[in-house]
Nanobody, 125 residues
Framework: VQLQASGGGLVSAGASLRLSCVVS????????VGWYRQAPGKEREYVADIKWSAGTTNYADSVKGRFTISRDNAKDTVYLQMNSLKPEDTAVYYC???????????????????WGQGTQVTVSS
């Protein structure tokens, strides 16, 4: 699986931004695609994931209610709609995927099989 992330940028607090991740290669019913982020000086953290086939979603508590992950199977793309952005959302965002499913994506960061390049999101106060 190859992942191509895009959509980052510089926005003001309270603004919205949508990240895209184009997924190419073979997927399975167990495949989950998600997002991680890493802020300067901090460890990488889980943001959200979606099961590629069923569309089941999960979110980190820090983004629940503000971020929405979705997918368009016809376009082979996963989106992360980010609303009400805060300065603490500033980070490099990475698209990830793993055939072992959602629990693996959420809890086994170091063993996630597929990573895309990062896209920078900067939220100014």
């Amino acid at each position: 699986v190859q992942l191509q992330a895009s959509g980052g940028g510089l926005v003001s607090a309270g603004a919205s931004l949508r990240l895209s991740c184009v997924v190419s290669g073979r997927t399975y019913t167990s495949t989950s695609v998600g997002w991680y982020r890493q802020a300067p000086g901090k460890e990488r953290e889980y943001v959200a994931d979606i099961k590629w086939s069923a569309g089941t979603t999960n979110y980190a508590d820090s983004v629940k209610g503000r971020f929405t992950i979705s997918r368009d199977n016809a376009k082979d793309t996963v989106y992360l709609q980010m609303n009400s952005l805060k300065p603490e959302d500033t980070a490099v965002y990475y698209c990830v995927a793993d055939h072992l499913g959602s629990w693996h994506v959420r809890n086994q960061e170091k063993n996630i099989e597929f990573w895309g390049q990062g896209t920078q999101v900067t939220v100014s106060s």
